[in-house]
């Protein structure tokens, strides 16, 4: 998933160039940028659990012992939890994504994944200050797993 996570980040940084700059200005918003891009492509897409007891979510009555199915992406770009959810936003402030879970299905290796994306992506357009997609206007060849969103391939050109 930290590979989706560094490789989905590139790809939205190419693909939002007046992001890229900014990152570029202030290097220093690489961290809500990392959070930004775990909010608008979080590597995993959809998450179960099973229901504790019988409750009511979101109106829906649930019985315990019961399987559900959540969308992390629906819910990271719910417009009651963010304003403009489909803007990607590298400062974007209060960006309480659930990108990696919460409470106690919170991912516990979320804090190295949030390193090693922003220590790999800040070299990554250090290294490469003029990379650029290979074909722009091809669209993004995704893996085909259940459950997570990470590019198969990431042309670019240097």
């Excluded at 007046?18 to 959809?46: G, T």
């Excluded at 803007?87 to 402030?93: E, G, T, W």
């Excluded at 997609?133 to 042309?155: I, S, T, V, Y």
Aim: contains cysteine; proline residues 9%.
């Amino acid at each position: 998933t930290t590979t989706d996570l560094i490789g989905n980040g590139i790809r939205l940084l190419l693909t939002h160039p007046d992001q890229l700059e900014r990152l570029k200005a202030d290097p220093r918003l690489i961290n809500s940028a990392v959070e930004e891009m775990l909010r608008y492509e979080s590597p995993v897409d959809i998450t179960g659990r099973i229901a504790p007891r019988d409750m009511e979510v979101g109106g829906c009555p649930m019985k315990e012992s019961q399987s559900l199915i959540f969308s992390l992406r629906g819910a990271n770009r719910d417009p009651q939890a963010f304003p403009e959810p489909h803007r990607f936003d590298i400062a974007r402030k209060d960006a309480p994504h659930v990108a990696f879970g919460g409470g106690l299905h919170l991912c516990i290796g979320a804090p190295l994944a949030r390193l090693e994306a922003q220590v790999a992506i800040l070299s990554f357009f250090a290294r490469f200050p003029n990379v650029r997609l290979a074909n722009p206007d091809e669209k993004p060849l995704w893996r085909k797993l259940p459950f997570f969103r990470g590019l198969q391939e990431l042309k670019v050109a240097v």
